[in-house]
């Protein structure tokens, strides 16, 4: 078993930044693909960004190419979602997950934190 806990989220300004985190404990963190996920009201889940278990290779879903940015510290089994020139849109609970796997689908990741509010007002 994996334990996700997400924090760092909050009110912001459009045009303002949040970082996220995301602490995990239980298995081996360095053995997880690390990915965030995020969800507005009324729609589906949705792809973020994603980071390798090295962090050497990172994904991005266009809406946060530009301006969002994972990183990991396998040292302190945490992963980071840096959030800069926010938007309305980006209005969501975001969601931290694990995955052993290669591909970034809702049904692939295997662990899944409770999720933090992220609210921006235009």
């Known amino acids: 078993q994996v334990q996700l806990v997400e924090s760092g989220g909050g009110s912001v300004q459009a045009g303002g930044s949040l970082r996220l985190s995301c602490a995990a404990s239980?298995?081996?963190?360095?053995?997880?693909?690390m990915g965030w996920f995020r969800q507005a009201p009324g729609k589906e889940r949705e792809f973020v960004a994603g980071i390798s278990w090295s962090g050497g290779n990172t994904y991005y879903a266009d809406s946060a190419k530009g301006r969002f940015t994972i990183s990991r510290d396998n040292a302190k089994n945490t992963v980071f979602l840096q959030m800069n020139s926010l938007k309305s849109e980006d209005t969501s609970v975001y969601y931290c997950?694990?995955?052993?796997?290669?591909?970034?689908?809702?049904?692939?990741?295997?662990?899944w934190g409770k999720g933090t509010l992220v609210t921006v007002s235009s």
């Open positions: 239980g298995r081996p963190f360095s053995s997880f693909a």
């Open positions: 997950a694990a995955t052993r796997g290669s591909t970034w689908s809702i049904e692939g990741m295997a662990y």
